[in-house]
């Protein structure tokens, strides 16, 4: 993050996210016990690396922090990384993977707080579709996003309107700055 010289904004969404994921794997370890939390921690930590310098080099962020981790040794990190956006695949019926609680992880943060999911697509469409050029993308991504909850939170005891309620900072940016 220091070397990226990620901006604090961005950090400090990268351990939101980075909370709601360990949250929700300690959760689903219950059911699918080969979850990977620490592999799924990296990724939601580092799954912006490259943000802030893709706002002067236009570059797809999620594509080239995957590519940097990958170069460093990190291929699973990077995959999960270069999935945080969109993801490969959207399978219902396959177990939960740990690209699919970091994209969804991301999708229920804004900025550093848990958001609804309305809520944090409609901030998505406004930031990164002004002129309406990508609206079949997005309509695509709240489909799939809403079907990718409903996976997730049929297997838990709580509601996708009692996660931010449930989830409590374990992590802090002076732990990882």
């Known amino acids: 993050m220091k070397d990226m010289k990620m901006m604090d904004h961005i950090v400090d969404h990268s351990i939101a996210v980075a909370n709601v994921a360990v949250f929700l794997c ?31 080099t236009k570059e797809i962020h999620s594509q080239t922090g995957a590519d940097i981790l990958s170069d460093l040794g990190y291929p699973e990190v990077g995959n999960i990384i270069r999935q945080h956006v ?6 219902s019926q396959t177990p939960v993977s740990e690209q699919e609680i970091v994209n969804y992880a991301d999708k229920r943060t804004l900025h550093d ?43 838990l005891d709580i509601s996708p309107d009692q996660l931010a309620e ?9 732990d990882w700055t």
């Not at 998505?124 to 409903?150: G, H, P, S, V």
């Open 86 to 91: 969109l993801l490969d695949s959207y399978a």
């Open 26 to 56: 300690f959760k689903l370890k219950k059911i699918y016990p080969q979850i990977n939390t620490p592999l799924t921690l990296s990724a939601a930590l580092l799954h912006d690396i490259t943000k802030t310098r893709s706002f002067e």
């Open 113 to 155: 707080k848990v958001v609804s999911l309305k809520n944090r697509m409609e901030y998505i469409q406004c930031r990164y579709n002004a002129d309406n050029a990508l609206e079949e993308r997005f309509r695509m991504m709240i489909t799939n996003t809403l079907a990718l909850e409903k996976k997730i939170f049929d297997l």
């Open 166 to 174: 449930h989830v409590k900072q374990k992590i802090r940016k002076e």
